[in-house]
């Protein structure tokens, strides 16, 4: 899903917001205890306000429609035709589904493995293969045009909308419109909101058809309407551009976009490597952009890094991150410049390693041989008590927020460093219990407790 403004990325499901509750921090402490001796899930907590639905109420629908009058004067004045705002802004209405979706916090983590196993199935890369011989001609031309192999941009159309069955049931104007109109982050959406308009303002879609997320990512590519507009193209050629039907005008968007995110065309995304016994851990990359350590692959191979089959590496002038998605037990990749791209996609490491394994595996490669080990995700309480810990030990700077981020990560390198454990920076239960169990780690809060900010972000 493309999402921001036009390069930047995130999943529909964790988007930034920020929300006070008061969880007493000896009720999350005695939670991870229990959750290192035991697999069993913890209590959900009760829905807080942070769920209440956009107010149906008489006074909350006279206060939309009367913002809904103001945005319809700012959309005249910033030249949509009269006919396209009395027909994509009547009847238009606030969803409260969306806010709810909008404000989710979820419950758990996604660990490396259970996350591949959802986006790259054998049945997802079977239909992958399948759909690249069908649609043979057009991926070649866009090859020939853009640059980006074909079993990329299925690899994409796959994982974006399961190759187009999958595209959001939400009428984008009303979805958009609802979050303009909620305030939190009104620019930005009022400002995506406009674009939607200026899509159908030009007949590319009828506001009746254009359906997407509750987000209002639309298409069999998932774009928001600014990146529509900048990088969508009429690869069929019949005076619109159709990336809600027309497979070859959504890959043909997919492909341009990509071009403009700096695909090589002359590379891939990366592989996955082996490393050697008792490789140093501290020089894999925990920053979301996977450029905290570049390295060329013969200083990567001076460092004992082979192929996964343990040849040698390529001898070819890349610069590559080290990435260890389940940490240093788990399989092992070295990441390119297009890995990168795709992040600007989607700023999230396991979506780019999901296209970059659905790809190679679209192309006839095997699957990850790297070891698989089966864990329970951590609750978000759980993290919690990981960051409490880390803070209260001096090793993280921000504030406790249940999401386990980069700066996360680092502090928690930092713990492991200090403890002479393998620095991957890795959060599992084996770190929660190490860090409950620290003699640093102070004694539980037992009055008095301060409220504890929770803030989803992207990966």
């Known amino acids: 899903m493309t999402w921001g403004y036009d390069s930047q990325a995130v999943k529909e499901s964790v988007v930034p917001i920020k929300i006070i509750t008061s969880v007493p921090t000896v009720f999350a402490l005695g939670l991870a205890c229990a959750a290192c001796q035991s697999p069993s899930v913890p209590p959900t907590r009760a ?69 591949l196993d959802s986006t790259v199935s054998d049945a997802r890369v079977r239909d ?184 040698r590496l390529p001898r070819q002038p890349i610069r590559a991150a080290l990435i260890l998605p389940a940490g240093q037990k788990g399989p092992a990749f070295l990441v390119y410049d297009n890995f990168r791209a795709i992040l600007k996609w989607n700023r999230s490491t396991f979506y780019a390693l999901a296209i970059g394994h659905l790809a190679d595996r679209i192309n006839g490669q095997g699957k990850i041989q790297g070891a698989r080990i089966d864990e329970e995700p951590l609750s978000r309480d759980q993290v919690l008590v990981i960051q409490t810990g880390l803070k209260r030990m001096g090793f993280l700077d921000s504030e406790p927020d249940g999401v386990l981020g980069s700066g996360t990560r680092q502090a928690l390198r930092k713990f492991q460093k200090a403890q002479q454990l393998p620095p991957d920076g890795y959060a599992n239960r084996a770190m929660l219990a190490a860090i409950v169990n620290d003699r640093a780690f102070p004694a539980p809060i037992t009055s008095n407790p301060s409220p504890v900010a929770f803030a989803e972000s992207s990966r």
């Open 128 to 311: 992958g293969i399948e759909r690249a011989q069908q649609n043979q001609a057009i991926l070649a031309q866009l090859e020939k045009t853009y640059g980006v192999p074909g079993r990329y941009l299925v690899a994409f159309w796959g994982l974006e909308t399961n190759y187009g069955r999958n595209l959001g049931g939400f009428p984008v104007v009303s979805a958009l419109a609802t979050l303009a109109f909620d305030g939190r982050r009104n620019t930005f959406f009022r400002t995506e909101l406009i674009d939607a308009l200026k899509v159908i303002d030009a007949g590319h879609i009828t506001p009746d058809k254009m359906v997407g997320s509750w987000a209002g990512a639309m298409g069999q590519t998932q774009f928001m309407p600014s990146t529509f507009l900048r990088h969508a193209v009429d690869q069929t050629g019949d005076g619109r551009i159709d990336i809600w039907a027309q497979t070859a005008d959504a890959l043909g968007s997919g492909a341009n976009y990509l071009k403009s995110l700096g695909w090589d065309s002359a590379r891939t995304w990366g592989r996955e490597v082996k490393l050697p016994p008792a490789f140093d851990a501290a020089l894999a990359s925990l920053d979301g952009g996977a450029s905290e350590t570049l390295k060329t692959l013969d200083e990567w191979a001076a460092l004992g890094i082979t192929a996964i089959d343990g040849a």
């Open 47 to 115: 829905p807080g306000p942070e769920a209440a639905a956009v107010s149906t109420s008489p006074s909350a629908v006279k206060s939309f429609q009367d913002w809904l009058g103001a945005f319809r004067s700012e959309a005249s004045q910033k030249g949509i035709s009269g006919k396209t705002l009395e027909s994509a802004l009547t009847g238009v209405h606030p969803i409260p589904r969306v806010i709810e979706l909008d404000r989710r916090q979820p419950e758990f983590t996604q660990t490396f493995w259970r996350y």
